[in-house]
């Protein structure tokens, strides 16, 4: 399949494949960092058409300091990187209508979301969007820990007659696997304050409490009261964020179901112990170039001992670590080679399968019944994965 795809004139990822129109809508919530929380939700909405409120769509590129942000992790320099950047990216759009109005015909289960190393709250928007289409609401944190590529908050400044103002948040670059054993200790704490206190949120979004949302958005909050089924809260999480919803799951059991998608394991040295003390279902989707075998042994861990819940290890053959991110959606094929988002296994169906493979897992755990579409879609591809770990 061609990509990027476009429609009217605006390059964008692929649309939802669910049977329901996404909207989208970013809160930021709480006076300080410490108590507050920065997220993009995605939920099933009241429209009926996708494309006829293209002229609604998500920008993907959440404000033009990003730009600055992805030239820094991409490597590229400054005044090249900005320009590439922001013509790859700049006039990109998401298929999902901003401020819609939730759905409210029935409760929706809810992800929350964590991203990994350099990326943000829109970086994963096919994977958050696809699923959302299918009856979930996902909350797709933006941790402001330094992992983010950039972010911000929004703080009063002083002697300012009131207001608020943008301080600006960007990304720790430090070595890989390096000497950032003590940094990501750090952020893994942060990450994992910022995962339950998005749930509080949710809580307190379906409870129907008001809430000051310092983000000044015309989206009517109250409209999430009583839509969100918070049963089973499910905590999702790619590469570095697959690490956070690993320390999550033990820290709060609130959360009843783990789907950690090519999980870092590095920052993870207590894992015998932490592995222990998880008792929720997980599932594990690898690509298959980023596993190493360090990695794969400390994944290990959390497969075995473990009769009393469902512990599963599916990799998608021919595929990258970026293979789960938006990046191959919307470069050419020069640039996907040049950033690593370039695979053997076609990066619609690696999207596919993966996402196929999860809400199939996701509905088992939920109770909900199986999608015999999806059950069908993973049967006619197992020549692109495997079970287990080697």
Known sequence: MELPH?????????????????????????????????????????????????????????????????????????????????????????????????????????????????????????????????????????????????TYTLEKEPNAKGGLVEKWIPYKPMQFEKDDMPLRQEQLQIRTRECSQTLDLLFKLDEGVELEHILHSPMNLGAFKGVMDLSTPVIAGHSFGSATLLRTLAADKRFKIGLAMDAWMWPLKDEIELAKSIEQPLLFINMEAFQTAPNLKAMKRFTMDADHTERRVVTLKGSVHKNQVDLPFLLPLYLRRLTGSHSAIDPVLAMELNNRISMLYLRKHLGHPVDEEHSKLVEKHTEWFYEGIP
Request: glycine fraction near 8%.
């Open 6 to 150: 476009s429609h009217d004139g605006k390059k964008h990822v692929p649309v939802p494949t669910g049977r329901y129109v996404v909207g989208c809508t970013d809160l930021m919530i709480g006076p300080s960092q410490e108590d507050g929380c920065f997220l993009r939700i995605y939920y099933p909405s009241q429209l009926k058409d996708t494309h006829e409120n293209s002229s609604r769509w998500a920008s993907w590129l959440p404000h033009q300091k990003y730009v600055e942000g992805y030239t820094t992790v991409l490597g590229i320099m400054p005044f090249f990187g900005k320009k590439l950047i922001s013509w790859a990216f700049g006039n990109s759009y998401i298929p999902v209508v901003v401020d819609a109005e939730p759905c409210t015909e029935q409760r929706f289960p809810v992800i929350v979301f964590s991203h990994g190393l350099t990326a943000c709250r829109t970086a994963y928007s096919l994977f958050c969007s696809d699923i959302s289409s299918h009856g979930f609401i996902v909350a797709a944190i933006e941790h402001r820990d330094g992992s983010a590529c950039m």
